[in-house]
């Protein structure tokens, strides 16, 4: 591997193709803010700001959350420090997606906790086996969230509707494959279909008719099946779940 000089470095600096946060460490531009901030203090990303990191649901908890040692760096007055030792990792600027999860159940809600590990089940960064192994030395409790989890969720979202409904005795089937419409989010009760629309895949127009063929496919079938924005579970889910079960009550349901 070759060495870089001192000057070299300096340069690089100078010229903006490299950034100093930190004496004697160097990243990249683009490099984002989150992780510029960490390596500033001297610390790594840790629970939701490392899972949004991986890819994962992050809650909606937007405050900066570091690992740090007692002899950090300067740390954002609103930043969440985490202490204690964590698992190696050749990343200086978050912890181990294994530290990542286990600090997430440590520090954040039972529900957002889930709803992180169902998205690193959905992304295949963990199996339900490898998820026991993380816990393995946890507390009975943290043990009992991790075994909350289940694949399904592509995302944060989905996870939080389908533990409010399984909280109310619901049975929920998710990503279920349906003939000539392809995958749905949700089955309930195994009558009523769900889907949850997010932002980022259901804002063009492409996305708007690819849905509305699925909605037209679903109604040829003779499937009910209810459409819900995102920010409609994340604002209030206990109404999303008492429109589902309203729907469920009404007499084409009960007969």
Known sequence: ???????????????????????????LPELSREALAALSAGGRLS???AARSYGLWGGQDGRLHLSVHPHAGRVADDAVRHWGAHDENPELWRVSLADCLRSVVE?????????????ALAARLVSMIGLRGVFAASTAQARAVAAAA????????????????????????????????GRVDARIDGLLFVEIDG???????????????????????????????????????????ATIEGVLATEEFRA
Do not use: W
């Open 150 to 181: 289940r694949p399904g969720s592509d995302s944060g979202v989905e996870s939080i509707l389908r533990q409010r409904l399984t909280a109310r005795g619901h049975v929920v089937e998710q990503q279920v494959a349906v003939p000539g419409v």
């Open 107 to 119: 520090c954040a809600d039972e529900e957002t906790a889930v709803a992180v590990l169902d998205t």
């Open 47 to 49: 629970c939701v700001s």
């Open 1 to 27: 591997m070759r060495s870089v000089t001192d000057r070299a470095l300096t340069n690089a600096v100078d010229e903006g193709r490299l950034l100093r946060p930190r004496r004697g460490i160097y990243a």
């Open 199 to 241: 932002y980022a895949f259901h804002s063009g127009k492409e996305a708007f008719e690819r849905d509305r063929t699925r909605d037209t496919a679903l109604a040829l079938l003779g499937a009910r099946r209810l459409r819900f924005p995102a920010r409609d579970v994340l604002a209030d889910a206990d109404a999303v779940v």
